[in-house]
């Protein structure tokens, strides 16, 4: 089954580059392979669990939208919302890049993770993140 490849590259505001390689499954629209061996506890299912989430503990331990945000929690911890920065986004299609502000760049990609997460009520999301058009604007 075809899978797609979307990379997202940020040049901080020292220089350094954070890069993250995404796979959707085209059997799916989730992401394959993304998450961490190891999770923090705030990733548990349990933690903090949505009222209305579906999900039960005994067959998914950890949050899938939490689990699959963490290494972008992560590698920004630090970063300021309004620090300039370079986003790159390069799909089989497009190359797009822009230089602006890190909750821009963040949060585009952050809409593709949310989409494609497995978690059930951003399920309907998918379709968006298959032909997903980072940095777009209204």
């Known amino acids: 089954m075809e899978t797609k490849v979307i990379r997202y590259g940020f040049q901080m505001p020292d220089q350094s580059r954070e890069n993250f390689k995404f796979e959707l499954s085209a059997n799916n629209l989730e992401l394959k392979g993304s998450l961490p061996r190891c999770l923090p506890p705030w990733t548990n299912l349990v933690f903090h669990q949505c009222p209305i989430c579906p999900l039960a503990p005994d067959e998914h331990s950890h949050c899938p939208l939490a689990a699959n945000i963490y290494n972008i929690v992560q590698r920004f911890d630090g970063l300021k919302s309004y620090d300039e920065i370079t986003v790159e986004v390069v799909t ?14 963040i949060s585009s990609m952050m809409g593709l993770v949310i989409a494609a997460s497995g978690c059930p009520h951003t399920a309907f999301f998918k379709p968006m993140a298959w032909f997903h058009l980072p940095l777009a604007s209204e």
Do not use: C, L
Request: glycine fraction near 8%.
């Open 92 to 105: 089989r299609q497009r190359w797009i890049a822009q230089r602006t502000t890190a909750q821009m760049g």
